[in-house]
Structure formats: structure tokens, C-alpha cells
């Protein structure tokens, strides 16, 4: 049996780990696993290191104002 995938808030996520949280109270708070918590948080830091910030938007692959 599987279950749905849950989708996670990771505005809260990341408020708590700025916080002090432990990965382990984050995945316990937010339903997820230890393992989801460190991916996502890993995946999220290395995107700011490269000057990527989350838009909600796709990415096409132009820039604006240059097609």
C-alpha cells in the first residue's frame, strides 16, 4: 500500500531551521522524514549559493526583457 505524497511547507521548513531546529524536530513537526528534511534544506542552500531563488514561476530558459 502507498501513501500520498505530502506536500510540505518549505517557507516553514526553512524558518525553522534558521531557527535552530534539529533536522529530526523538523521532520517530526512537519510529518516527513529526517531524510527529506536534509535533502530539501541541502537542495535549497546549494540553489542560493548559485544565485537561484525560488520564484513559483517555470524556468524557460530566457531572460526576461531578452527574447
Known amino acids: 500500500k502507498t501513501s500520498a505524497r505530502k506536500k510540505l511547507d518549505w517557507g516553514k521548513i526553512e524558518a525553522l531551521d534558521k531557527a535552530g531546529w534539529r533536522a529530526e524536530q523538523i521532520a517530526d513537526e512537519m510529518g516527513a522524514t529526517v531524510g ?5 534544506l541541502s537542495k535549497r542552500r ?7 531563488v525560488e520564484t513559483g514561476k517555470a524556468d524557460t530558459g530566457t531572460e526576461e526583457g531578452n527574447q
Do not use: D
Request: proline share 0%.
Open 36 to 40: 527529506t528534511i536534509y535533502v530539501g
Open 46 to 52: 546549494k540553489g542560493e549559493e548559485n544565485g537561484k
